[in-house]
C-alpha cells in the first residue's frame, strides 16, 4: 500500500499558519499535483509529507502507517528537488548511487538498480559522464534516477522543471508521467504551473494562503471550479470573471473559448488583437469590464473594432461575489 493520506494539517511557524487544516487523499499509484501560487503552503505541505518540516497538528498517514512523528527515513518516501542537488564531482552513476551507499545497499543490489534506473532514463551511455557534461534536461534525469534507485512506494516532487526551457519542460512532462505510470509509484508533485498540473495529474490539489481551495480531476477543476480563485488560477487564458449588472451578489463566470462573435449579444470593444497561430485572443471592453475571448484560427479584426458577445447558458458559471465559492458548490476542505 502507498496512499498518502493528510488530515486537518497544520503548520505554524510562531503565529505565522503556512499550512492551514489541510486534508486530502492520494489513492495508491496516482499523480496527484499541489497547485497554487507562491507563498500557497503546497511546498511546505510536501516537506511535512517527506518529514524535512514537523506538523504542528494533524495526522500524515503513508502506506496505512502513522507518520507523523517518524523521521524522513521511516516514511518510505523519496524527493527530487528543484535545484537537482547533483554533486559536480562525482559521476552520473555515483550522483545516482549516492543514497544507496549512505544507506549501506551491498555491491550487488547497487548495479543492478543503477542499470535498471538508467535504462529507464536512458542514461546509460552517459555514466561516466560529470553533472557539468550534461545538458538541464540530463541533469534532471540523474535527479529522476536517484529517486528511482531508491525503490520506494511514494515519490515526492518540487518544482522539479522550473528551471528549464519551454521544450524542454513539455517533453520531461511526457518522460514523468510515462516513468510513473511504468513504476506504479503514488508522486505528489508541486507547481505553479497549471498547464503541468493539467496535462500531467490524475488529481489537483489546487491551494491558496495555506488552505485548499478545490481537490479533484484536472477536467473537475476547468468545467466547474469552486472558487473564483480557481477559476482563474485554471485556464489559459483565464475564465472572465464579470460583475453582475443586476447587482444581485452574484459574479458571472465565462470561459473566453465559450464566448462567440454573432449580432445581437453584449455590446463590446475590441482592444487587442493577439494572434498565437492555432487561435487567436481578442481582449475586449464591455461596460467597463474586460472579456477575453478566443476564437480558432486567425482573425481579421483589428483594435477599436465593435463586436457582440454571445455565450450559451450552459456555459455560465455564477459565485458568490462576498464569498467567491460556486454557488451550490461543496465547501473545500
Known amino acids: 500500500m502507498s496512499a498518502v493520506v493528510l488530515e486537518s494539517v497544520v503548520k505554524r511557524w510562531g503565529q505565522t499558519v503556512a499550512v492551514d487544516r489541510v486534508s486530502f487523499t492520494a489513492t495508491e499509484g ?7 501560487p507562491s507563498g500557497c503552503g503546497k511546498s511546505t505541505t510536501l516537506r511535512l509529507i517527506a518529514g524535512l518540516e514537523t506538523a504542528t497538528e494533524g495526522r500524515i498517514v503513508i502506506g496505512g502507517r502513522d507518520v507523523t512523528r517518524r523521521p524522513p527515513s521511516e516514511r518510505g518516501v523519496s524527493m527530487v528537488f528543484q535545484s537537482y542537488a547533483l554533486f559536480p564531482h562525482l559521476s552520473v552513476a555515483e550522483n545516482i548511487m549516492f543514497g544507496l551507499r549512505v544507506r549501506n545497499v551491498d555491491k550487488p543490489e547497487r548495479a543492478r538498480r543503477l542499470a535498471r534506473a538508467a535504462e529507464l532514463l536512458g542514461l546509460t551511455p552517459l555514466l561516466d559522464r560529470k553533472p557539468s557534461q550534461l545538458s538541464g534536461g540530463q ?3 540523474v535527479a529522476l534516477g536517484r529517486a528511482i534507485v531508491a525503490e520506494t512506494p511514494v515519490c515526492l516532487m518540487d518544482e522539479p522543471l522550473s528551471n528549464l526551457d519551454a521544450q524542454l519542460r513539455q ?3 511526457h518522460e514523468i508521467r510515462t516513468l510513473q505510470q511504468k513504476l ?4 505528489l508533485y508541486v507547481t505553479h504551473d497549471q498547464t ?3 496535462t500531467m495529474a490524475d488529481q489537483v490539489v489546487v491551494m491558496r494562503d495555506g488552505r485548499i481551495e478545490q481537490d479533484g480531476p484536472p477536467a473537475a477543476l476547468y468545467n466547474r471550479p469552486a472558487t473564483t480563485f480557481v477559476a482563474r488560477f485554471v485556464g489559459t487564458p483565464p475564465m472572465n470573471l464579470l460583475e453582475d449588472a443586476a447587482g444581485d451578489g452574484r459574479v458571472l463566470g465565462v470561459r473566453p473559448e465559450d464566448i462567440t462573435l454573432s449580432p445581437g449579444g453584449v455590446e463590446a470593444a475590441v482592444e487587442s488583437v493577439e494572434y498565437l497561430g492555432a487561435d487567436t485572443i481578442l481582449a475586449c471592453r464591455s461596460g467597463g469590464q474586460r472579456v477575453l475571448v478566443r476564437l480558432a484560427g486567425q482573425s481579421a479584426l483589428q483594435p477599436g473594432a465593435r463586436v457582440a458577445l454571445n455565450w450559451a447558458a450552459g456555459a455560465r458559471h455564477l459565485f458568490d461575489k462576498a464569498s467567491g465559492r460556486r454557488m451550490n458548490a461543496p465547501a473545500a476542505n
Open 30 to 36: 496516482t499523480l496527484v499535483v499541489l497547485l497554487g
Open 139 to 141: 541533469q534532471q534525469r
Open 171 to 173: 517533453e520531461m512532462r
Open 184 to 187: 506504479r509509484v503514488t508522486m
Open 196 to 198: 503541468e498540473a493539467m
